[in-house]
Protein backbone atom coordinates (compact mmCIF):
# COMPACT_ATOMS: atom_id res chain seq x y z
CA UNK A 1 0.00 0.00 0.00
CA UNK A 2 1.34 3.23 -1.37
CA UNK A 3 0.17 6.73 1.16
CA UNK A 4 1.65 10.21 0.21
CA UNK A 5 1.48 13.51 1.70
CA UNK A 6 0.49 16.68 -0.26
CA UNK A 7 0.92 20.25 0.71
CA UNK A 8 2.78 23.23 0.91
CA UNK A 9 6.15 23.90 2.95
CA UNK A 10 5.02 23.88 6.21
CA UNK A 11 1.60 21.84 6.19
CA UNK A 12 2.19 19.48 8.39
CA UNK A 13 3.07 16.89 6.24
CA UNK A 14 6.40 14.92 7.98
CA UNK A 15 4.50 15.83 11.46
CA UNK A 16 1.61 13.38 10.17
CA UNK A 17 3.96 10.94 8.47
CA UNK A 18 5.81 10.21 11.91
CA UNK A 19 2.84 10.14 13.81
CA UNK A 20 0.84 7.79 11.17
CA UNK A 21 4.39 5.46 10.89
CA UNK A 22 4.15 5.20 14.97
CA UNK A 23 0.03 4.48 14.68
CA UNK A 24 0.43 1.40 11.83
CA UNK A 25 3.67 0.06 13.33
CA UNK A 26 2.07 -0.13 17.10
CA UNK A 27 -0.67 -2.36 14.71
CA UNK A 28 1.73 -4.52 13.61
CA UNK A 29 2.03 -3.38 10.35
CA UNK A 30 5.39 -3.18 8.13
CA UNK A 31 6.15 0.99 7.63
CA UNK A 32 8.37 2.43 5.17
CA UNK A 33 8.74 6.27 5.21
CA UNK A 34 10.31 8.11 2.33
CA UNK A 35 10.46 11.99 1.52
CA UNK A 36 10.87 13.32 -1.91
CA UNK A 37 13.11 14.48 -3.62
CA UNK A 38 15.45 12.39 -1.54
CA UNK A 39 15.64 8.94 0.35
CA UNK A 40 18.53 7.26 -1.88
CA UNK A 41 22.31 8.51 -1.64
CA UNK A 42 21.64 9.36 -5.63
CA UNK A 43 18.32 10.76 -4.81
CA UNK A 44 20.03 12.65 -1.87
CA UNK A 45 22.53 14.33 -3.91
CA UNK A 46 19.87 15.84 -6.83
CA UNK A 47 18.16 16.60 -3.54
CA UNK A 48 21.15 19.13 -2.34
CA UNK A 49 21.56 20.65 -5.87
CA UNK A 50 17.64 21.20 -6.43
CA UNK A 51 17.71 22.95 -3.00
CA UNK A 52 20.90 24.61 -3.23
CA UNK A 53 19.68 28.56 -3.64
CA UNK A 54 22.85 29.64 -4.80
CA UNK A 55 22.10 27.92 -8.38
CA UNK A 56 19.94 29.10 -10.75
CA UNK A 57 18.20 26.19 -12.39
CA UNK A 58 15.74 26.57 -15.50
CA UNK A 59 12.58 25.17 -15.11
CA UNK A 60 13.15 22.29 -16.99
CA UNK A 61 16.08 20.63 -15.44
CA UNK A 62 14.30 21.52 -12.25
CA UNK A 63 11.51 18.95 -13.61
CA UNK A 64 13.96 16.59 -15.16
CA UNK A 65 16.26 16.44 -11.87
CA UNK A 66 12.77 15.83 -9.31
CA UNK A 67 12.31 12.85 -11.92
CA UNK A 68 15.46 11.56 -11.85
CA UNK A 69 15.95 11.73 -8.32
CA UNK A 70 12.13 10.21 -7.76
CA UNK A 71 13.12 6.95 -10.60
CA UNK A 72 15.65 5.73 -8.46
CA UNK A 73 13.53 6.73 -5.29
CA UNK A 74 10.93 4.10 -6.83
CA UNK A 75 13.11 1.64 -8.30
CA UNK A 76 15.29 1.26 -5.08
CA UNK A 77 12.78 1.50 -2.66
CA UNK A 78 9.15 1.87 -3.56
CA UNK A 79 8.84 -1.43 -5.49
CA UNK A 80 10.75 -3.39 -3.13
CA UNK A 81 8.97 -2.11 0.10
CA UNK A 82 5.70 -2.77 -1.54
CA UNK A 83 6.55 -6.28 -3.21
CA UNK A 84 7.51 -6.98 0.11
CA UNK A 85 3.57 -6.19 1.45
CA UNK A 86 5.28 -2.97 3.37
CA UNK A 87 3.10 0.14 3.83
CA UNK A 88 5.39 3.06 2.07
CA UNK A 89 4.61 6.67 3.47
CA UNK A 90 6.33 9.08 1.39
CA UNK A 91 6.33 12.95 2.27
CA UNK A 92 5.68 14.15 -1.41
CA UNK A 93 5.26 12.39 -4.32
CA UNK A 94 4.82 13.18 -8.62
CA UNK A 95 1.17 15.33 -7.36
CA UNK A 96 4.50 18.14 -5.93
CA UNK A 97 5.64 18.18 -9.70
CA UNK A 98 2.04 18.70 -10.94
CA UNK A 99 1.66 21.88 -8.36
CA UNK A 100 5.01 23.03 -8.16
CA UNK A 101 6.74 22.30 -11.45
CA UNK A 102 3.06 22.45 -13.64
CA UNK A 103 0.74 25.14 -12.03
CA UNK A 104 3.75 26.75 -10.01
CA UNK A 105 6.80 27.58 -13.06
CA UNK A 106 3.81 27.00 -15.55
CA UNK A 107 5.56 23.93 -17.63
CA UNK A 108 2.77 22.68 -20.38
CA UNK A 109 0.54 19.99 -18.64
CA UNK A 110 1.20 17.22 -21.46
CA UNK A 111 5.20 17.60 -20.38
CA UNK A 112 4.06 17.32 -16.95
CA UNK A 113 2.66 14.16 -16.69
CA UNK A 114 4.56 12.16 -19.24
CA UNK A 115 7.67 13.22 -17.00
CA UNK A 116 5.76 11.65 -13.91
CA UNK A 117 5.06 8.90 -15.76
CA UNK A 118 8.54 8.30 -16.49
CA UNK A 119 10.31 9.37 -12.93
CA UNK A 120 7.46 7.16 -10.87
CA UNK A 121 8.14 4.24 -13.57
CA UNK A 122 4.40 3.98 -13.21
CA UNK A 123 3.33 3.78 -9.59
CA UNK A 124 0.65 5.84 -8.32
CA UNK A 125 -0.35 6.19 -4.94
CA UNK A 126 -3.34 4.33 -3.11
CA UNK A 127 -4.08 7.84 -0.74
CA UNK A 128 -3.12 10.72 -0.87
CA UNK A 129 -3.41 13.54 1.80
CA UNK A 130 -3.62 16.77 1.13
CA UNK A 131 -2.90 19.12 4.23
CA UNK A 132 -4.48 22.69 2.90
CA UNK A 133 -2.92 26.09 4.60
CA UNK A 134 -2.58 29.43 3.59
CA UNK A 135 1.00 30.32 2.29
CA UNK A 136 1.25 32.85 5.45
CA UNK A 137 0.55 29.76 7.72
CA UNK A 138 3.31 27.65 6.18
CA UNK A 139 5.88 30.83 6.59
CA UNK A 140 4.81 31.70 10.66
CA UNK A 141 5.46 27.43 11.53
CA UNK A 142 8.89 27.49 9.64
CA UNK A 143 10.00 31.18 10.21
CA UNK A 144 13.25 30.04 11.84
CA UNK A 145 14.47 27.98 9.05
CA UNK A 146 16.46 28.76 6.15
CA UNK A 147 14.88 29.17 3.48
CA UNK A 148 15.80 26.75 0.31
CA UNK A 149 16.19 27.66 -3.49
CA UNK A 150 12.10 26.46 -4.07
CA UNK A 151 10.87 28.64 -0.52
CA UNK A 152 12.29 31.65 -2.54
CA UNK A 153 10.37 31.55 -5.48
CA UNK A 154 7.91 34.33 -4.02
CA UNK A 155 3.76 34.64 -2.85
CA UNK A 156 2.68 34.45 -6.43
CA UNK A 157 4.19 30.86 -7.24
CA UNK A 158 2.70 29.72 -3.74
CA UNK A 159 -0.69 30.71 -4.97
CA UNK A 160 -0.46 28.99 -8.22
CA UNK A 161 1.05 26.02 -6.65
CA UNK A 162 -1.90 26.34 -3.69
CA UNK A 163 -4.05 26.93 -7.15
CA UNK A 164 -2.79 23.55 -8.19
CA UNK A 165 -3.61 21.48 -5.08
CA UNK A 166 -7.12 22.27 -5.24
CA UNK A 167 -7.26 21.80 -8.84
CA UNK A 168 -6.15 18.09 -8.45
CA UNK A 169 -8.02 17.57 -5.13
CA UNK A 170 -11.30 17.99 -6.99
CA UNK A 171 -10.09 15.86 -9.97
CA UNK A 172 -8.31 13.04 -8.61
CA UNK A 173 -10.60 10.66 -6.88
CA UNK A 174 -7.22 9.45 -4.40
CA UNK A 175 -7.07 12.01 -3.06
CA UNK A 176 -8.53 13.62 1.05
CA UNK A 177 -8.06 17.16 1.38
CA UNK A 178 -7.48 18.21 5.25
CA UNK A 179 -7.90 21.74 6.55
CA UNK A 180 -4.43 21.70 7.63
CA UNK A 181 -5.29 24.69 10.60
CA UNK A 182 -6.51 21.94 12.98
CA UNK A 183 -4.22 21.12 15.30
CA UNK A 184 -2.41 17.85 15.29
CA UNK A 185 -4.21 15.39 16.91
CA UNK A 186 -7.10 16.29 15.05
CA UNK A 187 -5.77 15.74 11.75
CA UNK A 188 -3.97 12.41 12.90
CA UNK A 189 -7.41 10.85 13.67
CA UNK A 190 -8.74 12.14 10.25
CA UNK A 191 -6.03 10.20 8.95
CA UNK A 192 -5.84 6.99 10.79
CA UNK A 193 -9.83 6.72 9.75
CA UNK A 194 -8.94 6.73 6.25
CA UNK A 195 -6.01 4.45 6.08
CA UNK A 196 -8.07 2.23 8.54
CA UNK A 197 -10.33 2.17 5.90
CA UNK A 198 -8.32 1.95 2.91
CA UNK A 199 -6.72 -1.44 4.78
CA UNK A 200 -10.07 -2.71 5.27
CA UNK A 201 -10.85 -2.58 1.91
P1 LIG B 1 6.02 19.93 6.26
O1 LIG B 1 6.66 18.58 6.39
O2 LIG B 1 4.74 19.90 5.50
O3 LIG B 1 6.96 20.99 5.76
P2 LIG B 1 6.13 19.94 9.17
O4 LIG B 1 5.43 18.72 9.63
O5 LIG B 1 7.61 19.95 9.17
O6 LIG B 1 5.59 20.39 7.72
O7 LIG B 1 5.57 21.16 10.06
C1 LIG B 1 6.10 22.48 9.95
C2 LIG B 1 6.08 23.13 11.34
O8 LIG B 1 4.73 23.30 11.77
C3 LIG B 1 6.75 22.29 12.43
O9 LIG B 1 7.37 23.16 13.34
C4 LIG B 1 5.58 21.55 13.09
O10 LIG B 1 5.84 21.26 14.43
C5 LIG B 1 4.45 22.56 12.97
N1 LIG B 1 3.13 21.93 12.76
C6 LIG B 1 2.85 20.77 12.10
N2 LIG B 1 1.53 20.52 12.10
C7 LIG B 1 0.94 21.56 12.76
C8 LIG B 1 -0.42 21.88 13.08
N3 LIG B 1 -1.44 21.10 12.70
N4 LIG B 1 -0.64 23.01 13.76
C9 LIG B 1 0.38 23.83 14.13
N5 LIG B 1 1.68 23.59 13.87
C10 LIG B 1 1.97 22.46 13.19
P1 LIG C 1 11.23 19.91 1.55
O1 LIG C 1 12.06 20.64 2.57
O2 LIG C 1 11.29 18.42 1.55
O3 LIG C 1 9.72 20.36 1.63
P2 LIG C 1 8.81 20.59 2.92
O4 LIG C 1 9.35 21.79 3.65
O5 LIG C 1 7.47 20.79 2.34
O6 LIG C 1 8.89 19.32 3.73
O7 LIG C 1 11.67 20.49 0.14
C1 LIG C 1 11.22 20.01 -1.04
C2 LIG C 1 10.90 21.18 -1.94
O8 LIG C 1 10.85 20.72 -3.28
C3 LIG C 1 9.55 21.79 -1.63
O9 LIG C 1 9.65 23.20 -1.75
C4 LIG C 1 8.66 21.25 -2.73
C5 LIG C 1 9.61 21.05 -3.87
N1 LIG C 1 9.24 19.98 -4.83
C6 LIG C 1 8.93 20.31 -6.15
O10 LIG C 1 8.96 21.49 -6.51
N2 LIG C 1 8.62 19.32 -7.03
C7 LIG C 1 8.61 17.99 -6.69
O11 LIG C 1 8.33 17.11 -7.53
C8 LIG C 1 8.94 17.65 -5.31
C9 LIG C 1 8.96 16.22 -4.87
C10 LIG C 1 9.24 18.68 -4.42
Redesign the pocket.
Known sequence: MFITFE?I????????ILLLREYLVKNGHKVVTLREPGGTELSEYIRAVLLNKKLEVSDISELLLFQAARADLVKTIVLPSLDQGRIVLS?RFFDSTTAYQGYGRGIDMEIIEKSNQIGSLGVLPDMTFY?NIERSVGID??KEKDRDRMELSGDEFYDRVIHGYDELAKNESRFITID?N???KT?HALVVAEVEKLINK
Open positions: GDGSGKSTQDLRDGQDVI
